[in-house]
């Protein structure tokens, strides 16, 4: 999340003069838990934040990307989280019991992340998660707190999710440094995959999903 003014307030204002597939793409996916994780400023907007996403989600949890693909002015495309209403990020996170979406900070020189969001339980969870795991963790300044209702990690079946802000030096690290990518992603599935199987607001969930892909009994 960059703090610039947006050009666009809206994905309707967006669409009406950026093409999809020529200046940017939309990717979802299904995983197998209720777990959603985002990129909203993928691609060239808010560089390696769509790969992390990736990397997190794997083949378990829900992914939304959108990337920015343009080859000049890709920070045209950048709608303010409390903003992005994206049609196909709305519905996605309103199947979602956890909403977890991964945002840029520019500062290129220091690695630490800020943990912002709603849901403040699981967000100081994830913040502890961190700390043991060896990470850099800063209180989220007021413009990277994520409070807002409409915050699109905000927009979840419970009402409150959880953000992401990572550092340039940060994100750059990760892409070229294997092990400590691998020890970031197990850090962080880890912490969600504990929460999804144990929380009950998630396993309600998950038998109901179960229940639908068992197949039909003979008759």
Not at 63 to 80: P, V
Not at 111 to 136: S, Y
């Amino acid at each position: 999340m960059i703090l610039m003014s947006d050009r666009y307030g809206s994905f309707r204002e967006l669409q009406t003069y950026e093409k999809e597939d020529r200046d940017y793409r939309i990717k979802v996916r299904n995983g197998k838990y209720p777990v959603l994780i985002m990129a909203p400023h993928g691609g060239k907007i808010e560089p390696y934040t769509a790969d992390i996403a990736e990397w997190i989600a794997e083949d378990d949890f829900d992914l939304y990307i959108f990337e920015g693909i343009k080859t000049n002015n890709s920070r045209d495309l950048h709608i303010t989280s409390h903003h992005f209403d994206e049609p196909l990020a709305l519905a996605a996170a309103a199947r979602a019991d956890i909403v977890l979406t991964i945002h840029g900070l520019r500062n290129g020189t220091e690695e630490f992340i800020m943990v912002g969001g709603l849901d403040v339980e699981l967000g100081n969870r994830l913040i502890v998660a961190f700390i043991e795991a060896g990470f850099t963790i800063r209180e989220s300044t007021a413009q990277y707190r994520g409070r807002r209702q409409t915050n699109i990690c905000n927009r979840g079946r419970r009402g409150k999710g959880i953000q992401l802000e990572i550092t340039f030096a940060l994100r750059k690290r990760l892409f070229k440094d294997i092990n400590l990518k691998q020890h970031f992603i197990r850090t962080v599935r880890s912490f969600i995959l504990d929460v999804a199987q144990n929380s009950s607001f998630c396993k309600d969930r998950l038998d109901i999903i179960y229940d639908r892909n068992e197949p039909e009994p003979d008759r």
